[in-house]
DNA sequence: ATAACTGCAAATCATTTGCAGATCT
DNA sequence: AGATCTGCAAATGATTTGCAGTTAT
């Protein structure tokens, strides 16, 4: 998926604009900005993760204008927010990335991800049974390597 | 379970000493206190929650205190930890209670307690899978109900 | 006696907010 | 033009920490 994520972001860029133009909100460059470096990562990132890279690639922007936008992008479902310890919060990119789950390794900070069908047999089991809609799920482990 | 909770709190009284004893901490009146509002409650508290019970019960404490205090009963697996929602971290007595996992109704912040099989095999298949040890697992689902 | 604990107040740290000036549309 | 946005700096809010006085062992 980085080999051509030149053309992924066209794509992203174009739902981006689509989201902003539905809710009547401004095009501005910091918005695309953040989304190109997000769309950039290979993985998980923190707010100061961003900040760094992207006044490493010579654009000014505020922490404050990063937080706007990470929830901007969130509601537009574009990047995934998790929690995996106390601190940052971390994020990914969301578009191209099918749901999964996540492994923490508790001694180095690794996190695996992992996709297994069960979890959407429990969410099926728990909307019939409890008569609700289920929109979202967070599951994670915490464990070690083994010796 | 709340009907004898006086014998059950005769047990994790006993829980903790042992617990106290083998790190060489001291048995103070407040670790007491604290453990046994924790356990006469019935569901989910945050520290503001347990601060008012043991103020209203006339127990003078600092929060300070309860937060250093329920770090150590965490530590001695007698209460839970959660992140529902971002703010206060919310807890639950959990000797008596068998593991369980949440549903978050985020319209009402109602939570839903259910304990699903499939779970600890798709625990018991990350194991195998990853080579590793997991020594816990945090799972929200979070919808709303069907109108 | 003495190491651990409590409680206050101050510090921390991620995140949010107020607002003045800048910028999309 | 006019509402939205950015960016600074200050505010927030949960949690932690320093430390002086207290207490369990």
Not at 45 to 55: K, P
Not at 113 to 123: L, M, N, T
Request: some cysteine.
């Amino acid at each position: 998926m980085a080999l051509n994520y030149v053309k992924d972001f066209e794509i992203v860029r174009k739902v981006l604009s689509e989201y902003l133009e539905e809710n009547g909100q401004r095009k501005t460059p910091e918005r695309y900005a953040i989304l190109e470096e997000i769309y950039k990562m290979d993985s998980h990132f923190d707010v100061e993760d961003l900040h760094i890279q992207m006044r490493a690639n010579d654009f000014r922007i505020s922490r404050a204008t990063i937080y706007n936008n990470l929830e901007l992008l969130l509601e537009a479902k574009l990047i995934r927010k998790h929690r995996f310890t106390k601190g940052m919060a971390r994020y990914e990119k969301s578009y191209f990335n099918s749901q999964h789950d996540h492994v923490i390794l508790t001694d180095t900070g690794e996190v695996i991800e992992f996709c297994d069908p069960r979890i959407q047999h429990i969410k099926k089991t728990l909307q019939e049974v409890f008569n609700i809609t289920i929109e979202s799920h967070s599951l994670h482990f915490y464990g070690i390597r083994q010796k």
